[in-house]
């Protein structure tokens, strides 16, 4: 059976750079810390895979801002959100801005955050867009913190990110701005400084490198005016912010993948692009509903919404034929949540519930878009459908 991989959003195969990149690290066991040569061997690693990560971020000159590595994305999500939170020592500043679509990573520190007292405010995401008259109306001298995510990991909706940081930035100069770039790195164009992001997270296993492996860009700013505080004490690994012993195997993975992803980002993103244009045309012959966003989209993610089959269903027919795709995202898969991201498409709970993730990466072809057209068509005509209640 042939395999098709269409669920990049979740994660992606390794790249043989990453691959070969980490069998030859394995050979370097020492701590970068340590200060003899296994030790400064590890350091230097650390320090070129630093270089690429930030290169790739088009973070050339090294005055701009600095990258910590983190265990994952959620990881630098919650350091970004909690340590800008708690390294204001007067708390005038109590509003915090996000919106009502963001990861788990996001959303649940949220959550935390609303229970110690702070007042979250949630963007509503019609459609896939972000009024920013609404956010005019929210942002002002109080708000501490405004955390908005590039990309939407269900629906491929791409957020006006530069824009709404920038109004944000000319109300409040020092208003803490953060953007969970996960699904973005590598998938559009971009640098921190251009869409005026002070803290911005990354993750490896989004980009064909290895899982457990994650970074938070922090803009020179930041450390100047002391406003990212450490969430776990430890040894001061990371630049105070992340201590414990690096991951030195993942994270010259990282390095290595972002590298190769960089030097064909623009080839990359046209053929994704196009993949998606063409999977858009091929199962428009099927009766699905398109969850386009209204504004820009993500190359990479296509949502549909099945009619009455249960997106769990129908995600067993296509595995069965070698087909993966996601019924959502592969966190939210878990906890069985309702996606606020495909309510703001006006999709009711049952439809959500319908709903499938198809995400390309830059390995995918017209023939994998082909076969997943011929195995839906085969599903839709054989499933069950469900009654609405
Ligand atoms: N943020 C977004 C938008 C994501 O899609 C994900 C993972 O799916 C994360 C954060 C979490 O990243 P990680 O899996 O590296 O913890």
Same mark, same amino acid.
């Given at each position: 059976?042939?395999?098709?991989?269409?669920?990049?959003?979740?994660?992606?195969?390794?790249?043989?750079?990453?691959?070969?990149?980490?069998?030859?690290?394995?050979?370097?066991?020492?701590?970068?810390?340590?200060?003899?040569?296994?030790?400064?061997?590890?350091?230097?690693?650390?320090?070129?895979?630093?270089?690429?990560?930030?290169?790739?971020?088009?973070?050339?000159?090294?005055?701009?801002?600095?990258?910590?590595?983190?265990?994952?994305?959620?990881?630098?999500?919650?350091?970004?959100?909690?340590?800008?939170?708690?390294?204001?020592?007067?708390?005038?500043?109590?509003?915090?801005?996000?919106?009502?679509?963001?990861?788990?990573?996001?959303?649940?520190?949220?959550?935390?955050?609303?229970?110690?007292?702070?007042?979250?405010?949630?963007?509503?995401?019609?459609?896939?867009?972000?009024?920013?008259?609404? #956010?005019?109306?929210?942002?002002?001298?109080?708000?501490?913190?405004?955390?908005?995510?590039?990309?939407?990991?269900?629906?491929?909706?791409?957020?006006?990110?530069?824009?709404? #940081?920038?109004?944000?930035?000319?109300?409040?100069?020092?208003?803490?701005?953060?953007?969970?770039?996960?699904?973005?790195?590598?998938?559009?164009?971009?640098?921190?400084?251009?869409?005026?992001?002070?803290?911005?997270?990354?993750?490896?296993?989004?980009?064909?490198?290895?899982?457990?492996?994650?970074?938070?860009?922090?803009?020179?700013?930041?450390?100047?005016?002391?406003?990212?505080?450490?969430?776990?004490?430890?040894?001061?690994?990371?630049?105070?912010?992340?201590?414990?012993?690096?991951?030195?195997?993942?994270?010259?993975? #990282?390095?290595?993948?972002?590298?190769?992803?960089?030097?064909?980002?623009?080839?990359?993103?046209?053929?994704?692009?196009?993949?998606?244009?063409?999977?858009?045309?091929?199962?428009?012959?099927?009766?699905?509903? #398109?969850?386009?966003?209204?504004?820009?989209?993500?190359?990479?993610?296509?949502?549909?919404?099945?009619?009455?089959?249960?997106?769990?269903?129908?995600?067993?027919?296509?595995?069965?034929?070698?087909?993966?795709?996601?019924?959502?995202?592969?966190?939210?898969?878990?906890?069985?949540?309702?996606?606020?991201?495909?309510?703001?498409?006006?999709?009711?709970?049952?439809?959500?519930?319908?709903?499938?993730?198809?995400?390309?990466?830059?390995?995918?072809?017209?023939?994998?878009?082909?076969?997943?057209?011929?195995?839906?068509?085969?599903?839709?005509?054989?499933?069950?459908?469900?009654?609405?209640?």
């Amino acid at each position: 059976m042939e395999k098709i991989y269409l669920d990049n959003s979740a994660t992606t195969a390794l790249c043989e750079e990453a691959k070969e990149a980490m069998i030859s690290a394995m050979e370097s066991f020492g701590n970068p810390s340590s200060l003899h040569y296994e030790g400064l061997k590890a350091n230097k690693l650390l320090c070129e895979s630093r270089q690429k990560v930030l290169s790739a971020l088009c973070v050339k000159d090294p005055k701009d801002g600095e990258l910590i590595f983190t265990s994952c994305g959620t990881e630098a999500d919650n350091i970004a959100v909690f340590g800008s939170v708690y390294a204001k020592k007067r708390r005038a500043a109590n509003r915090i801005i996000t919106t009502n679509s963001e990861h788990p990573a996001i959303e649940n520190a949220m959550k935390k955050l609303e229970e110690d007292g702070f007042e979250v405010i949630r963007l509503s995401t019609r459609d896939g867009v972000i009024d920013l008259e609404e #956010f005019k109306n929210v942002m002002n001298d109080s708000v501490l913190l405004v955390s908005i995510m590039m990309v939407n990991n269900e629906t491929g909706a791409y957020y006006d990110v530069k824009r709404l #940081f920038k109004y944000a930035k000319s109300v409040k100069p020092d208003v803490i701005t953060h953007c969970d770039a996960v699904q973005g790195f590598m998938k559009v164009k971009f640098s921190p400084k251009e869409i005026y992001a002070d803290l911005l997270t990354v993750s490896a296993h989004k980009i064909h490198g290895p899982k457990g492996v994650g970074a938070l860009y922090v803009s020179s700013d930041i450390l100047r005016k002391k406003q990212l505080v450490p969430i776990m004490q430890g040894g001061g690994q990371e630049h105070l912010f992340r201590s414990g012993t690096e991951n030195i195997i993942g994270i010259v993975g #990282f390095g290595a993948a972002a590298e190769a992803s960089a030097v064909s980002l623009s080839e990359n993103i046209e053929k994704m692009d196009s993949l998606r244009k063409y999977a858009i045309q091929k199962l428009s012959s099927l009766d699905v509903r #398109f969850n386009i966003p209204k504004g820009a989209a993500a190359p990479h993610i296509l949502n549909i919404t099945l009619p009455s089959i249960k997106s769990e269903t129908m995600l067993h027919h296509l595995s069965a034929d070698g087909i993966c795709v996601s019924s959502g995202s592969a966190c939210s898969s878990h906890s069985h949540h309702i996606s606020a991201s495909l309510h703001g498409f006006g999709l009711s709970d049952f439809d959500s519930d319908c709903s499938l993730r198809i995400s390309l990466s830059e390995y995918n072809t017209i023939d994998d878009i082909d076969c997943l057209e011929k195995s839906l068509k085969a599903g839709l005509d054989k499933l069950v459908r469900i009654r609405k209640k």
